[in-house]
């Protein structure tokens, strides 16, 4: 009988640390990017209304000179915001990092299910190291790079010197 904590503890402990890393920076980066979508929608559609509401001041069918240039300027901030929108793709990034949170999520739970798991030989215990560290290498290099000010944040919260796991630091 192998008990997995002897003889792998210390590295499911680091791929603990680096899962739980990943999935909180991953869905941070979604959090924010979600906001970011519906921040720079909303303005948008503001200003389209504005567009419209700057349509119907016409005097004697046409606008005051200086109306007709607010329009303009406003019709070209909302073409620039929309087209923001669509090139910078927050929400369909929002969705691609909450999938890898949930992708590092499940590991995490493999991890844990180990951690507590008696193996009857030998091979078998490296079998699944082995495998969890090839899906762990796969998801890292599949998923999105996390947003630089999260990752600088999440970094320092989980950082090696004071990182307290639940499951290996009881």
Known sequence: MII?????????????????????????????????HYILGIVALVIVTLMGVLKDLKTDGEYKPICSAIF??????????????????????????????????????????????????????????ESLRLKIDSLSESTPEVLPKVWKDVRKKYDKSTYKSILFDK
């Open 4 to 36: 997995v904590e002897e003889k792998f503890g210390s590295t499911l402990k680091e791929w603990d640390r680096r899962t739980s890393r990943a999935v909180e920076a991953h869905y941070e980066s979604a959090k924010k990017l979600r906001r970011n």
């Open 72 to 129: 303009y300027v406003i019709s070209a901030a909302a073409t620039i915001l929309i087209s923001f929108q669509t090139f910078l793709n927050y929400g369909q990034r929002a969705e691609k990092h909450r999938e890898a949170g949930s992708k590092y999520s499940s590991v995490r739970r493999k991890i844990e299910h180990l951690a507590n798991k008696i193996f009857s030989t030998e091979e078998a215990l490296e079998e699944t190291i």
